[in-house]
């Protein structure tokens, strides 16, 4: 490495650290960020801003603090939406998490749309979120789950991917990039091969959408999810990107106020999508501070994040090759974020401890 490129990260570094407060002020270093990562100040601030001078519920009252309130949750919509080059807010809905949208899609179009013998693809690379909805789902509608394997180097393995795919084949659900390998799959080679036997595609990005730009318009993927608390933003907050005719065609999940648009003791009328899909006083200032998130990661420039992480990917593997007994797991170049490693001499356990 360079002398450019080895002092380039350290600066961006320490100017992004004073702006997250608790490794600013702390000696913490926190390693952590695969799994939830810290907020920066501009997230904090904008959510305690809300609730002190904007909080109120929305969609529901003429009052000043209520057309504030939604005005600011119907902007934070728009924000994501324009993050993810969506065609439109109408495909954004809100959730708690990546899980709960991964439910979503299970709940509403797998238990609509899913007949006996029909078949589901996922990866063996899948988050837990992304296998234990699809298994309650097939043994509710019959239908039937095909893993596919891995290569020894940890890439997937193309040829059984392939093989697990036929005209039964409804859905290909896989992650973007892997939480435990840093592997970054082919996802378009993956849609188009799934699509040609008229399979729809959800991509989990829980993991991918804080490395690399999303354009779902490039990706094409039927449904995308991903979670707030990983992008810098509050935890309990979600996204659901799906193409608006299948929302559409979608039923509801949940019940309750704000999906509705007429009750009467015979039945309901459900609002339009995305409301429909979003029940009860959802987060509002949960999507005021995913919003900001946003903006902090944009202001940073995803380029520039991406560059600052492949450079310190880099030192961290060249300092573990140089450690007897440690072997890393995937192909070098390929992993983005974080290693994987087995000890050869102990358990992985003792190690962390």
Request: with cysteine; charged share 20%.
């Amino acid at each position: 490495m360079n002398a450019s490129a080895s002092t380039l990260p350290l600066e961006l570094g320490a100017r992004l650290k004073r702006q997250f407060p608790l490794l600013h002020s702390s000696d913490v270093v926190y390693l952590d960020s695969a799994a939830s990562a810290q907020k920066p100040s501009t997230v904090l601030e904008a959510m305690e801003t809300f609730y002190r001078n904007s909080y109120a519920n929305i969609h529901r009252g003429v009052y000043r603090l209520s057309e504030e309130s939604t005005a600011a949750y119907d902007e934070a919509r728009v924000t994501v939406a324009q993050f993810l080059n969506a065609p439109s807010e109408r495909e954004i809905v809100f959730t708690p998490g990546a899980t709960q949208s991964i439910n979503l899609v299970a709940n509403s179009w797998g238990r609509h749309f899913l007949k006996p013998g029909d078949e589901i693809v996922l990866t063996i690379l899948e988050h837990h979120a992304n296998i234990v909805p699809w298994q309650m789902i097939a043994k509710e509608t019959g239908a039937v789950i095909r893993f596919v394997t891995l290569n020894e180097d940890c890439t997937l393995d193309r040829a059984a991917f392939s093989a697990a795919l036929n005209e039964r084949t409804k859905l290909l659900a896989c992650t973007h990039l892997s939480n435990a390998l840093g592997v970054r799959l082919p996802i378009e080679e993956l849609r188009d091969e799934a699509r040609s036997y008229g399979a729809k595609v959800l991509i989990d990005a829980s993991q991918s959408v804080t490395h690399f730009p999303l354009d779902v318009q490039a990706l094409d993927p039927d449904f995308l999810v991903f979670s707030g608390h990983k992008l810098y933003g509050p935890t309990g907050t979600g996204v659901l990107y799906a193409k608006e005719e299948l929302l559409d065609a979608m039923p509801p999940f949940l019940g309750g106020g704000d999906m509705i648009r007429e009750v009467r003791t015979e039945g309901t009328d459900f609002a339009e999508v995305p409301l429909k899909f979003e029940a009860g006083t959802p987060n509002i200032a949960g999507a005021v501070g995913l919003a900001a998130s946003i903006r902090f990661v944009l202001s940073v420039g995803q380029e520039a994040i991406e560059s600052h992480e492949t450079a310190l990917l880099g030192v961290l593997e060249s300092k573990l090759k140089e450690i007897d007994g440690v072997r890393l797991l995937g192909p070098d170049g390929a992993r983005v974020g974080l290693v994987s490693m087995v000890f050869e001499h102990a358990h992985s356990l003792d190690v962390a401890q």
